[in-house]
C-alpha cells in the first residue's frame, strides 16, 4: 500500500491529531487525499466541482497558521466533502441542475463556515440529485459500480466509503442522508430537526429539511457534529442552546445497558426477504435487550402526510425556477412539483398537525426504550440508477427525531445493509451513546 493510500485510511479524528502535533502537514495529508481522489473519482464519480489547488491552498495557509503559533481547530486540516446544494464561496453550487449552471455564491453557507473556522479543508462539491429529489446524477457506488450509492447525498457518501474523505455533509429531506449512508456502508446521521443551520442551503421544505453528516467512524461523526451544531438567527429552527458534548457522550459508559424498541413500522413488507430475515435475527441475537414493538394503526397515514408536506413545499421554493426552465428539468420533477401545487392548504395543515401527533406518540416508546431499531433501506443498494426508496426514513423526517445508520450487517452480494436507529428530540449524543453500545455488542 502507498503512503499516500495509508493516509487516506486515517480517521478524521487521527488526521487532526496528526496534523496538530506536528506529525504530518496538511499540505501532505490534503495531498494524500487527492491522489486518492484522481486514482477513483473517474470511475465513482463522486465529485461534481473539484479544484486540487484551491484544496492545496487552503491545506498550506492552515499549515502557515499552526507555524505561526496561531490557535487551531478541532477538524485543522481535515478534509470535508459538501453536497452541492450548500452554497461555498470558492466552488460553483448549481444543486444537480442545468437551470443553475455555473452559480457561483459569493459567501458560504453556516454550515461550510462553521467547518472553515474548525479549520477543514473545503475539498470540493459532490453529486446530488437534482434539486436533492430522484432524478439521480452520474455517482456510482464504491462497492459495485453498477449499484446505485442511493441519493440525494450521492457524491457525499461515496466520496467517504470511497476512502476519498473522511467526512462529508449531506441533507435529508425524505432519506436522503440515511439511505445512502446504508447503501454505501458508512455512519450516516440526520440529527434532530433544527440541530445544524441550513441558512444559505438549498431549502425543500422548512419543515423536513435536514443537515446531516457522514463518516467512516462513528467517533468522526461525533467530532464533526461538534463543529456544525448550533444555533444560528438566519434559521429560525435552530435553538438557542448549548451544543452537546458528542465526543464525549459517544464514549461514556451506559448507566445501565441500552433497550431497543424493534419498529418494523406500517411498511414493513416493502423491505425484501433478505432484509427482513436479517433484522428478525438481529432481534434475537439481542435478546432481552430487545422487543418488538407495533406502532398504532393511524400512522400508516404518515407517508402520505410526508408526501403532501414535501410536495407542497417544494412546489413554493422550486416552482417558478423550474417552471422557467421549460423542458430542462426531468419529468420526474416537473410532475412531483405538479402534484405539490394540487395540494390545498387544508390538506396541508392537517399532515403538519397529524407530524405532530405522530412525533407525540412516538415520545412514549421513549418512555421505555432507549432507541427505535428499524431498516435503515427496503434492502441494499438496488442495481441501475434509480437511488432506492425512502420508505424506512420517511417518518422520521416528517417527525424531525435524530436518526443514524449503522453499517453493520450485510445482504446479497455482500452488499452493505444499513441499521437504523432513532431516538428521542434534542437527545443526540445519548443516541450516539447507544450506537456505540449496539456495535461493541454486535462486535
Keep these: 500500500m502507498s503512503a499516500g493510500i495509508e493516509l487516506t485510511t486515517l480517521t478524521a479524528i487521527e488526521a487532526a ?32 466541482h473539484f479544484d486540487p489547488n484551491e484544496a492545496l491552498a487552503q491545506a498550506r495557509a492552515l499549515d502557515e497558521r499552526r507555524r505561526n503559533g496561531l490557535p487551531i481547530g478541532p477538524l485543522h486540516g481535515v478534509a470535508v466533502a459538501i453536497k452541492d446544494i450548500f452554497d461555498t464561496a470558492d466552488y460553483k453550487t448549481e444543486c444537480g441542475s442545468p437551470l443553475l449552471k455555473g452559480r457561483q455564491p459569493m459567501r458560504d453557507c453556516t454550515a461550510v463556515a462553521r467547518l472553515r473556522a474548525a479549520g477543514a479543508v473545503i475539498i470540493g ?18 462497492h459495485d459500480l453498477e449499484r446505485t450509492p442511493g441519493g440525494s447525498s450521492s457524491g457525499s457518501a461515496a466520496a467517504v466509503a470511497a476512502g476519498m474523505v473522511p467526512l462529508a455533509i449531506g441533507s435529508q429531506t425524505n432519506g436522503s ?39 467512516r467512524t462513528l467517533a468522526d461523526a461525533a467530532l464533526i457534529l461538534e463543529v456544525l451544531t448550533g444555533y444560528d438567527e438566519n434559521d429560525t429552527d435552530t435553538r438557542p442552546v448549548a451544543a452537546p458534548a458528542f465526543l464525549e457522550t459517544l464514549i461514556e459508559e451506559a448507566p445501565l445497558p441500552p433497550q431497543f424498541a424493534f419498529v418494523r413500522t406500517p411498511v414493513w413488507e416493502k423491505a425484501d426477504a433478505q432484509s427482513r430475515a436479517a433484522f428478525e435475527n438481529l432481534v434475537k441475537l439481542l435478546g432481552d435487550s430487545a422487543a418488538v414493538v407495533d406502532l398504532p394503526d393511524a400512522y400508516a397515514a404518515a407517508w402520505d402526510d410526508q408526501r403532501a408536506i414535501m410536495a407542497a413545499d417544494m412546489a413554493h421554493n422550486l416552482g417558478e425556477v423550474v417552471e422557467r426552465g421549460g423542458d430542462a428539468s426531468s419529468k420526474t420533477l416537473r410532475d412531483f412539483l405538479a402534484e405539490g401545487r394540487q395540494v390545498s392548504a387544508v390538506r396541508y395543515l392537517a399532515a403538519r398537525a397529524a407530524a405532530r401527533r405522530y412525533a407525540a406518540g ?10 427505535i431499531l428499524t431498516p435503515a433501506s427496503t434492502g441494499v443498494a438496488p442495481k441501475g440508477t434509480a437511488t432506492g426508496s425512502p420508505v424506512f426514513c420517511s417518518l422520521w423526517s416528517l417527525t424531525g427525531l435524530p436518526a443514524l445508520s449503522l453499517p453493520l450487517l450485510t445482504g446479497e452480494g455482500d452488499m452493505p445493509l444499513g441499521v437504523q436507529l432513532v431516538g428521542p428530540a434534542g437527545d443526540d449524543a445519548r443516541l450516539l451513546r447507544t450506537a456505540n453500545w449496539l456495535i461493541n455488542k454486535l462486535g
Excluded at 17 to 34: F, K, N, P, R, V
Excluded at 125 to 142: C, D, L
Excluded at 362 to 371: G, L, M, P
Aim: glycine residues 8%; negative net charge.
Design 362 to 371: 412516538i415520545t412514549e416508546i421513549f418512555k421505555q426504550y432507549d432507541a
Design 125 to 142: 462539491k459532490t453529486v446530488t440529485t437534482e434539486f436533492a429529489y430522484f432524478h439521480a446524477g452520474p455517482t456510482r457506488n464504491p
Design 17 to 48: 491529531e496528526q496534523i496538530a502535533g506536528g506529525d504530518m502537514s496538511a499540505e501532505t495529508y490534503i495531498s494524500a487525499c487527492l491522489d486518492r481522489i484522481a486514482a477513483i473519482d473517474d470511475k465513482v464519480h463522486a465529485f461534481v
Design 177 to 215: 442522508v440515511i439511505r445512502p449512508a446504508a447503501f454505501c456502508g458508512v455512519y450516516g446521521i440526520k440529527p434532530t430537526h433544527g440541530t445544524i443551520s441550513r441558512h444559505r442551503a438549498l431549502i425543500l421544505s422548512q419543515a423536513l429539511d435536514h443537515v446531516g453528516v457522514f463518516a
